[in-house]
């Protein structure tokens, strides 16, 4: 069926002219050369930005009275000069008393007769005069002690007294008065118990000031330095650790299990080792005559019993055993010798062994000796008992 005989069942007109017309394409952009196609589609035009609806903040709402402030005058009561300012507070609490009155108290600067200076006083520093310490002593009271405003404040003929010299004549007057007042007890203010020791800070000033005037050099080498000590530190750490668990390790293994080794390897030697032993015993059996006379001569030296497999030179130490070792460690404790040699070369183990060997047979002598002597005390008192029975 084609579109005429639809549009004859439905009796609707040819088409129009105006439906024939073909819509104009719109221009196309054309692919930039070096981009793939596949790359190109997925770039697109900027993005729309979402439209928000404009918001506006909400307006305050107060449902109570608004608090009403007012500017009032005030003068600090702790305050000589009566000096008025002013401030805003609430209304609530106006023609009350200002809050920090009294927050911080004056200090109390100690006060001495003329009779206490010339007694006390006169001679602790011959460069003080009375009239000097007085103006002092008045502008620690004016300054409440605040040493900073004083050393900036003081002038006194021409005099340059540095902070360090002012505190020293102050903490100087207030330790001799009550050194002598202590017998009436008055040491109420703590300033008292407390010394000033001028040469000690001059010194912890200049030292801040060294550390304040550092370069970045400086700086960065003194970081260097401290680093490389924390690594020594930890170096040593470690090998003290590693040291201590050798000679646990070194103790607890019997002579025994380290010769265990040795023993399987010689079961397990190959055919061609065999023929060498065979062969070497073959020699042995020719150098038996020439042996004999060594033999004799071998045998009256002091025999030294060998630890069989690989060991470290001071496992070959030997060992007291029982009550005589509790004994000997305490006289090499005396001597100032540990338990076991710090490098234990072959002459330090040497002298090792042989300073516990005299120490071993001292105490066998002196037993010895005690035993003799307990002997001739027994034989003395049997022959006194003879002789007066005679």
Request: glycine fraction near 4%; aromatic fraction near 6%.
């Amino acid at each position: 069926m084609s579109g005429s005989d639809i549009r004859d069942i439905l009796q609707l007109g040819k088409p129009s002219e105006s439906s024939g017309i073909k819509k104009a394409k719109l221009p196309t952009e054309r692919r930039p050369d070096g981009i793939s196609r596949e790359l190109y589609s997925l770039i697109g035009s900027a993005p729309s930005v979402a439209l928000l609806k404009p918001t506006y903040k909400a307006k305050f709402n107060v449902k109570k009275k608004a608090t009403p402030w007012m500017l009032e005058s005030f003068s600090n009561n702790a305050r000589s000069d009566n000096l008025t300012l002013q401030h805003w507070i609430k209304a609530a609490n106006a023609n009350k008393t200002y809050p920090f009155a009294y927050t911080e108290k004056p200090g109390a600067v100690i006060e001495y007769s003329d009779d206490e200076y010339e007694k006390y006083l006169a001679d602790i520093d011959p460069e003080w005069s009375k009239e000097e310490t007085d103006y002092l002593m008045d502008l620690c009271r004016k300054y409440n002690m605040r040493f900073i405003i004083i050393t900036d404040r003081y002038s006194y003929k021409d005099k340059s007294r540095s902070m360090e010299d002012l505190k020293d004549r102050y903490y100087a007057i207030c330790r001799t008065l009550a050194k002598e007042r202590a017998s009436e007890r008055d040491t109420g203010y703590p300033l008292y118990q407390y010394a000033f020791d001028k040469a000690r800070e001059v010194e912890r000033k200049q030292a801040l000031e060294t550390l304040a005037g550092r370069t970045k050099e400086q700086m960065d080498e003194e970081e260097a330095l401290l680093v490389e000590m924390r690594r020594i530190e930890q170096n040593e750490a470690r090998l003290e650790r590693e040291k201590e668990s050798v000679m646990h390790l070194l103790a607890q293994l019997p002579a025994s299990s380290r010769g265990d080794t040795n023993n399987t390897a010689a079961n397990n030697s190959s055919p061609e080792h065999s023929k060498k032993r065979r062969r070497s015993g073959i020699e042995d059996q020719s150098k038996k005559s020439r042996r004999g006379s060594s033999i004799a001569e071998a045998s009256t030296l002091p025999k030294e019993k060998l630890v069989p497999g690989v060991h470290v030179q001071s496992q070959r130490l030997p060992s007291t055993k029982g009550a005589m070792h509790a004994k000997v460690l305490k006289v090499m404790d005396e001597l100032g010798v540990g338990p076991r040699p710090v490098m234990p070369t072959a002459a330090v183990c040497h002298g090792f062994e042989q300073l516990q060997t005299s120490i071993a047979a001292m105490f066998e002598l002196k037993k010895v000796v005690d035993k003799m002597e307990m002997e001739h005390r027994i034989a003395s008192h049997i022959d006194k008992l003879h002789n007066q029975e005679a």
